[in-house]
């Protein structure tokens, strides 16, 4: 007699595909490249900053008077799970850009976090609706693990590039590789191009 078990636990169909050499995740794994921070949002501000100058600073309050976006969409980690169907809600970069009265800059977007954790994206993969500050997810205020209260939300990307526990972004003139694309991941990292290290 064989126990069904034996086999371990079925993965979901997807819904429709994923990108190569991922797998379907019903869950939600937490993968965080140290520990996770306690942060306050009584104190918790986010900041822009262009050509070494900060154009704008946000409390908490001040990110939850803007416009609010929803996003549908599936979401792909660089340790090859996926997760389909996943709903959130936050400030596109955009709109942050808007209140400060700025034009929208080009070059690159270096993210900055609680903890010391950065990475590093192409100015336009953050514009146009393509990123958001992320304080919601599945109708529930973000939580700490993943990166609640606020992290960068870059669906389209390896969910590393969305970085957790957000508090700037620096846009440069010159890329330059953040946390985990200095020990060897793709500076850029599309998951549907499997652009998980730097040969990749």
Request: aromatic share 12%; hydrophobic share 35%; with cysteine.
């Amino acid at each position: 007699m064989i126990n069904n078990k034996f086999f371990g636990r079925k993965r979901p169909e997807p819904a429709r595909p994923v990108p190569p050499g991922q797998y379907l995740e019903d869950g939600f794994p937490v993968l965080s490249a140290g520990p996770t921070p306690k942060v306050d949002t009584a104190t918790w501000d986010f900041s822009i900053e262009i050509d070494g100058s900060k154009i704008g600073t946000w409390s908490w309050d001040q990110l939850n008077a803007l416009p609010q976006t929803d996003i549908h969409t599936d979401i792909h980690c660089v340790t090859k799970w996926s997760k389909q169907d996943t709903d959130w809600r936050g400030v596109t970069i955009d709109d942050l850009l808007k209140d400060a009265d700025v034009e929208p800059p080009t070059g690159f977007v270096m993210a900055g976090c609680d903890g010391g954790y950065t990475t590093n994206v192409p100015a336009p993969d953050v514009l146009n609706g393509k990123a958001i500050l992320a304080h919601t997810y599945d109708g529930q205020p973000l939580a700490p693990e993943h990166g609640g209260p606020v992290r960068l939300f870059i669906p389209h990307l390896y969910l590393w590039k969305s970085a957790k526990w957000i508090r700037s972004l620096t846009f440069m003139d010159q890329d330059v590789p953040g946390f985990w694309e200095r020990y060897g991941y793709h500076m850029y990292g599309d998951p549907w191009r499997e652009q998980r290290y730097t040969n990749d």
